[in-house]
């Protein structure tokens, strides 16, 4: 299958690199076709590129790369559209966004994937993480609601 990005131009991408969200995500419920793409400059980001409304391309990061001690508590129904053998075998990611003071994790919100079976969904955590972690460029971490 043949795509046209915004921000990557012409991919072609096969029926198993597609990951389906069939729930889409928060503000995005049209697209739930994506695919996954390495960042040529930063291997720490990826990019979730939405096949069905190509303009849309979500900055992805794993959040233990910045909270090394994260944990994602989800209800178990939450889980079972996934059809994980195991919870841990979970891939979980989170969104990275641009911020008026750094970037901006949302830690409260993170997509959870069967890279397996080609599912995602995004959960909601039952802890009150924040839903916004601040990475400014001044190094100084900081947690905002």
């Not at 915004?6 to 597609?18: C, E, N, Q, T």
């Not at 794993?62 to 996934?82: C, E, G, K, N, T």
Request: aromatic share 4%; proline share 7%; hydrophobic share 45%.
């Amino acid at each position: 299958m043949d795509i046209t990005t915004s921000r990557f131009g012409a991919l072609s991408i096969g029926p198993s690199d597609i990951l389906t969200f069939e729930q889409g995500l928060i503000g995005l419920r049209s697209c739930r076709r994506w695919v996954v793409l390495a960042d040529a400059h930063n291997a720490a980001l990826g990019w979730l590129q939405s096949i069905d409304e190509p303009e849309f391309a979500l900055g992805v990061v794993s959040p233990r790369r910045f909270v090394p001690d994260f944990q994602l508590r989800i209800a178990r129904q939450d889980l079972a559209p996934l059809q994980l053998v195991e919870p841990t075998d979970a891939q979980v990611v989170v969104v990275v966004s641009r911020h008026a003071e750094g970037l901006a994790l949302n830690l409260r919100a993170p997509l959870v994937i069967n890279v397996d079976a080609r599912k995602g969904r995004q959960v909601i955590a039952k802890d009150p993480l924040p839903v916004r972690l601040i990475l400014p460029t001044d190094g100084e971490m900081r947690l905002t609601a």
